[in-house]
Nanobody
């Protein structure tokens, strides 16, 4: 299985970005998926999880109300809609499938 993230970039505070994570292979719909981020000089931080069926989601307190995780099992794709971005959201964002497979990461920078 390969996971490829996209959608990162630089945005001003208060802006929005939508991250995507495209998965190759059949297992995508069978596994829970998550977003994890790592800011410069810090350890990994779990951001959000969506269950395999897509109906149940979880968020870190730091992003609750601003980020929305979703998935399209027909397209083998995971999404993270990020609104109200803050400088502290600056990090490399990684997608994870089943706590087994990881993407290469996409950089998100929030700065004025």
């Amino acid at each position: 299985v390969q996971l490829v993230e996209s959608g990162g970039g630089m945005v001003q505070p208060g802006g929005s970005l939508r991250l995507s994570c495209a998965a190759s292979g059949d297992p995508f719909s069978m596994y829970d998926t998550a977003w994890v981020r790592q800011a410069p000089g810090k350890g990994p931080e779990w951001v959000s999880t969506i269950k395999a069926g897509g109906g149940i989601t979880y968020y870190a307190d730091s992003v609750k109300g601003r980020f929305t995780i979703s998935r399209d099992n027909a397209k083998n794709t995971l999404y993270l809609q990020m609104n109200g971005l803050k400088p502290e959201d600056t990090a490399v964002y990684y997608c994870n499938l089943g706590n087994i497979w990881w993407g290469q990461g996409t950089q998100v920078t929030v700065s004025s």
